[in-house]
């Protein structure tokens, strides 16, 4: 077991229960040593963190406490980077010299992955940690997904919240996971890309037909998309490992709903979710993760689903740590839920 340092998303609470998630399920020994709004330090044993970081949505980058050498490569002048999490001013000049290297520093701070793909070498400072960065999330690779056949902003979810979903879920490779609100089908996209059998439901044909194609542009198999209503999903599938959904969360909004309005909609969405959830009790072995809406109104107050009643009628518990605000910024606040079998 080695140190290493993860610089964590934009929710950290959320960035790391992924990541403990994630190791859970694929039953990685590792131990927690220190954590803060920005970096977790963490011992694991060696893995592939190049795939790990394409499978997390709420890790930044990954960095290597023990490390032979400053720079490995064959380069005579080279650019590098220091992420400074430390209130010491560190340069590391001078470790470069000594392998005989000439090292100019090209960026410092908090450096964007963007701007880190232009160094040959990054490194982290976390108090009197020095930790080399292998491996760093590429939006590179976000923008090139977002060139599937159909993509609308009104019914998708983010890639990097889908990714949160799935590993949220406890679901890894060669587990079953049911999307029971696929719309366009980015939750199971980005299951497929991580070597997870998907199967997703969706009511509107026209949005089914969309989801089909858009799984078939990334050209993998393993899944299956449904045309019918997942209030009655029982009908179509006997069994699932896991389920990550984002459900309707009600209509669009422009503006902020009356309280009235508000109540409706809360009252609508309790009975879909209701329906579903004891449906997903007939076919479902693990965990559920799932989003749930509450809404600011015109007058500021504001209304939420009685999601943990739902809960209690169906047979399910929260996990303790939830729920978890998210979309802070939006007309339509969620909730992140992960739970499981009472």
Request: glycine share 6%; net charge positive.
């Amino acid at each position: 077991m080695e140190k290493y340092i993860f610089i964590l998303g934009r929710d950290p609470e959320l960035s790391i229960l992924e990541l403990k998630s994630y190791l859970k399920s694929r039953e990685i020994k590792h131990n927690i040593l220190e954590s803060t709004k920005e970096i977790l330090l963490i011992e694991l044993p060696a893995l592939d963190f190049k795939k790990m970081i394409k499978d997390l949505g709420g890790i930044v980058k990954i960095g290597k406490t023990n490390f032979k050498h400053f720079y490995d490569g064959s380069k005579k002048k080279i650019l590098y980077g220091i992420n400074n999490y430390s209130y010491k001013q560190i340069d590391i000049r001078d470790k470069f010299e000594e392998e005989g290297v000439k090292a100019y520093l090209n960026a410092k701070g908090r450096i964007s992955p963007s701007k880190s793909l232009n160094l040959d070498e990054e490194f982290i400072i976390f108090k009197n940690h020095i930790a080399k960065v292998v491996a760093v999330f590429n939006p590179k690779d976000y923008k090139k997904r977002d060139k599937r056949p159909h993509l609308d902003p009104l019914r998708v979810s983010s890639i990097r919240l889908s990714k949160i979903l799935i590993n949220l879920s406890g679901a890894k490779e060669g587990s079953l996971l049911l999307d029971p609100f696929c719309g366009l089908g980015t939750i199971l996209q980005e299951a497929l890309l991580m070597n997870i059998d998907v199967i997703g439901i969706e009511k509107d044909k026209v949005i089914a037909n969309k989801c089909k194609e858009n799984l078939e542009w990334i050209k993998k198999k393993g899944w299956e998309v449904i045309d019918g209503d997942s209030e009655s999903l029982s009908r179509y599938i006997k069994q699932a490992d896991c389920v990550a959904t984002e459900p309707y969360l009600g209509p669009f909004l422009k503006n902020y709903p009356s309280e009235e309005n508000a109540k409706r909609t809360a009252r609508f969405l309790e009975e879909i979710y209701t329906n579903v959830l004891r449906q997903l009790k007939k076919v479902v072995k693990g965990r559920i993760a799932i989003i749930t809406p509450w809404f600011r109104t015109k007058n500021r107050k504001d209304i939420k689903i009685n999601f943990r009643n739902i809960l209690r009628k169906t047979g399910f518990e929260p996990l303790p740590q939830y729920p978890i605000n998210y979309g802070e910024e939006s007309l339509v606040k969620r909730e992140i839920w992960v739970i499981e079998r009472s």
